[in-house]
């Protein structure tokens, strides 16, 4: 197992995070059939998507950190095609190909909130690409979904 020594916060190290919609990597982002990019207000929402996959890129990681990343969302009242169909998160260092994957669940009625609130990963202090990346996937029911709203990235020092 490879072991990771923590270092505390080096004072101007910022806690948190937020990665606005803008910098965020959307499959169709592009595509105004599937996806609103509001930037003015600051969300993506997922207008009818089949393939859902959100990820996230945080260059300032530092090695032997860790830290809590998630998405700041929340349901619009028409949201659909969400309920019974697990959400995937996975996180990575670097361009590594091992992956850290939680499988979640998006309940009806969802107000804003972090999701999830409690995906943590560690820095080893050997890393020599300390690139976090990170995403919210659901590609595989094949069901159309929409009302989604994504207001933020977040990636916070612990």
Do not use: C
């Not at 072991?3 to 105004?32: A, C, F, Q, T």
């Not at 309920?83 to 990575?92: I, K, L, R």
């Not at 992956?99 to 999830?116: A, E, G, M, V």
Request: aromatic share 14%; glycine share 8%.
């Amino acid at each position: 197992m490879n072991r990771v020594k923590l270092y505390p916060k080096v004072k101007g190290e910022p806690n948190e995070v937020k990665i606005s919609p803008r910098d965020l990597n959307i499959v169709w982002g592009s595509d105004e059939n599937q996806w609103e990019i509001n930037h003015g207000e600051g969300y993506a929402l997922a207008k009818e998507v089949m393939w859902f996959e959100v990820k996230a890129t945080y260059r300032g990681a530092k090695a032997g950190r860790k830290y809590k990343v998630g998405f700041n969302i929340s349901l619009d009242h028409d949201a659909h095609g969400w309920e019974g169909s697990p959400v995937f998160m996975m996180a990575t260092v670097g361009f590594s190909s091992d992956y850290n994957w939680k499988k979640l669940y998006i309940k009806k009625d969802l107000q804003k909130t972090d999701f999830p609130n409690d995906y943590e990963i560690e820095i080893p202090v050997s890393a020599r690409d300390t690139t976090l990346q990170f995403g919210l996937y659901e590609i595989w029911n094949g069901k159309w979904k929409k009302g989604l709203r994504i207001h933020h990235a977040f990636v916070n020092q612990l």
